[in-house]
């Protein structure tokens, strides 16, 4: 597969650690005319990283004209709905250092992996792009079966969930304590994004208003239920679940409620045509 996607001067196959191990070994004694630029790109990256988590601090909500109307319509309901990115950097303020977190597919998590700080290796356990709707809570429960030394959290939309709640049984039943916070926005996000982007907002099948308190189903397996419409009560919260988890051995749901916005498809081209290169495609539809 090496140089399928991109061009390359020199492609490695080989086993990240040993192959990094011999590079290291070959580059020994050798001037590197990288040495010399090494503190310019360090405050490169910093200034880019600096400014990027001010535009994360100031990113309220999402901007587009369909949020925006989205924002409107959540001011005309009952109860309290929070803006996701507010909603994502209070409980990236809340995580702990060495904590493991695992997302689910879906809209809310592709904005979410912009929140999400790791100090320690083998801590973050994301979907890819294989489309395995209900993958974190069970993977969050494998990560933290192997290390229960560690704070264990998973991020679900309401729908992922819906796929994969059964296993907080499973979590309970085997004394395997894990915290899930779940994104009430009551719809397919990933799938509304979409039909936003591509069907001029013809929307199909996307609703999920029926469901019942999440919470509340948590509690019917047997672990503990939160459920949090007050920005200020987020990082409290998590806190509270991680307490919980660690200490007293508690599974926890925490059911955010939150506004319909969608932040930026997890691919842009999703659903355009494809583009046709040989000849003997290029009469296909």
Not at 33 to 39: E, F, H, L, S, W
Not at 112 to 120: N, Q
Not at 125 to 152: E, H, Q, V, W
């Amino acid at each position: 597969m090496l140089g399928l996607v991109k061009k390359i001067d020199v492609g490695i196959c080989g086993d990240a650690k040993a192959a990094a191990t011999e590079l290291v070994q070959r580059l020994e004694g050798r001037t590197l005319a990288c040495d010399a630029t090494k503190a310019e790109r360090a405050a490169r990256i910093k200034a880019e990283k600096d400014a990027w988590e001010q535009e994360l601090s100031e990113w309220t909500h999402e901007k587009d004209e369909y949020s925006l109307d989205v924002i409107d319509e959540a001011a005309q309901e009952e109860g309290n709905w929070l803006h996701p990115r507010q909603v994502l950097r209070e409980l990236e303020k809340a995580m702990p250092e060495d904590v493991m977190i695992s997302t689910d597919i879906g809209n809310i998590n592709s904005v979410a992996h912009s929140y999400l700080r790791f100090e320690k290796p083998r801590s973050f356990f994301a979907p890819m792009s294989f489309g395995n709707c209900g993958y974190a809570l069970p993977t969050i429960i494998g990560a933290k079966a192997a290390r229960p030394d560690r704070p264990a959290v998973a991020y679900a939309g309401d729908g992922a969930w819906a796929m994969s709640m059964g296993e907080v049984l499973t979590a309970v039943r085997h004394d395997i304590p894990v915290t899930a916070v779940v994104f009430r926005n009551r719809q397919w996000g990933a799938e509304k994004k979409n039909q936003v982007e591509f069907y001029n907002r013809r929307f199909v099948a996307g609703e999920l208003d029926n469901a019942e308190s999440f919470a509340e189903m948590a509690r019917s397996m047997g672990a503990e239920g939160i459920v949090v419409d007050q920005l200020e009560n987020v990082g409290a919260a998590l806190k509270d679940a991680l307490n919980a988890q660690m200490n007293d051995g508690v599974t926890t749901v925490i059911e955010v409620m939150c506004t319909r916005e969608l932040g930026d498809p997890f691919r842009r081209d999703a659903l355009k045509k494809p583009v046709r290169l040989l000849e003997k495609y290029k009469d296909y539809v």
